[in-house]
């Protein structure tokens, strides 16, 4: 009987989603058991205990890293990913990463913006790259490459006599040990589903709350910044796509604003930042203020792009 080994996939969300579920249907498909932690909201030390653990009980760490660094662990000040990718290398876990590919990053920018790039902690995303790189590693350019780089590295992992995998009831001498543990394991799952649902909101609202919400919320577009479509209305939602680029860099209320973006951060923008959406930025030794999409907002954006996405996809058919 093949042994099933537990396969520890990391990598940061937002920008990921689509790779990440290749990676996962490809450990599947070899006969493997998927296992990663990105849901869980950084900072909270629980839930880093949990992540610990799982790493520790997985046989093979697996990293997917992408043009972002991710959210700061405040312990050791790097990224959740980057320390995971540690972790696994101090518990001496056989480690392999998938690295974007530069053209495949370009060309995501292009899609998607700014978002899919690192632009808080450049350096010391390029210093990880690098360490990765360094490694066991492979370039991936297309979702074809990744699933081919798992079940390639996977088929190697499973001649590895020191990888034990999940082991099968037959070695299971007293089956009161098993009971107990499943018991265990119940309640670790309702809690985990709990956490897991509870990540699954943003800022306290299910995704197609406050998509309705933004749908059904109007303004009328004023003659100083939409002369040709002025007293129009327009939903807060198609407001928020038309600006996405521009708030995922960052719009400042300087004397360089145009009358576009002055509409957008005095009378938009309010509303998406008290549904925490959109975030203000205090600009160092400057007088006026920025801002720009929120992580949350990311979240927001992301599952609709993928909605769309979908949706385009079935009308196809």
Same mark, same amino acid.
């Given at each position: ?29 070899? *006969? ?5 932690? $990105? ?30 660094? *991710? ?9 959740? +990913? ?30 998607? *913006?700014? =978002? ?39 088929? $190697? ?73 002025? *007293? ?60 720009? +999409? ?21 009308? =196809?058919?």
């Amino acid at each position: 009987m093949q042994k099933k080994l537990q396969v520890f996939i990391s990598s940061t969300f937002v920008d990921l989603q689509d790779e990440r579920q290749a990676a996962v249907q490809a450990v599947l498909n070899a *006969g493997h058991i998927p296992a990663g932690m $990105e849901l869980f909201k950084a900072g909270d030390q629980s839930q880093k205990e949990t992540i610990k653990r799982w790493i520790e009980e997985s046989d093979v760490y697996m990293l997917i890293l992408g043009g972002r660094y *991710g959210s700061i662990e405040q312990d050791s000040g790097k990224s959740y +990913t980057h320390w995971e990718y540690d972790l696994a290398g101090e518990l001496g876990k056989p480690r392999f990463a998938i690295v974007i590919h530069d053209d495949t990053l370009d060309e995501k920018v292009r899609n998607q *913006g700014q =978002k899919v790039i690192e632009r808080e902690n450049s350096q010391k995303y390029r210093d990880f790259r690098d360490d990765v790189l360094n490694k066991i590693s492979k370039f991936y350019k297309d979702i074809k490459d990744i699933k081919l780089t798992v079940l390639e590295s996977l088929k $190697e992992y499973e001649k590895n006599s020191e990888l034990t995998g999940w082991v099968s009831g037959k070695e299971i001498t007293d089956p009161r040990e098993l009971i107990e543990e499943n018991l265990l394991l119940t309640k670790e799952n309702e809690k985990l589903k709990a956490q897991i649902k509870k990540e699954n909101e943003i800022n306290g609202y299910s995704f197609q709350e406050l998509f309705d919400h933004l749908k059904n919320v109007m303004i009328e577009l004023p003659e100083f910044a939409f002369k040709a479509l002025a *007293g129009n209305k327009i939903d807060i939602l198609r407001l928020l796509m038309i600006f996405e680029d521009r708030v995922a860099i960052g719009i400042t209320n300087d004397s360089g604003m145009t009358d576009q973006e002055n509409f957008f951060f005095f009378t938009v923008a309010p509303k998406l930042i008290a549904l925490g959406l959109l975030e203000k930025v205090k600009v160092a030794g400057k007088q006026y203020q920025r801002i720009q +999409t929120s992580k949350d907002g990311y979240r927001f954006l992301s599952i609709l792009h993928l909605r769309n996405t979908q949706k385009n996809k079935t009308l =196809k058919k």
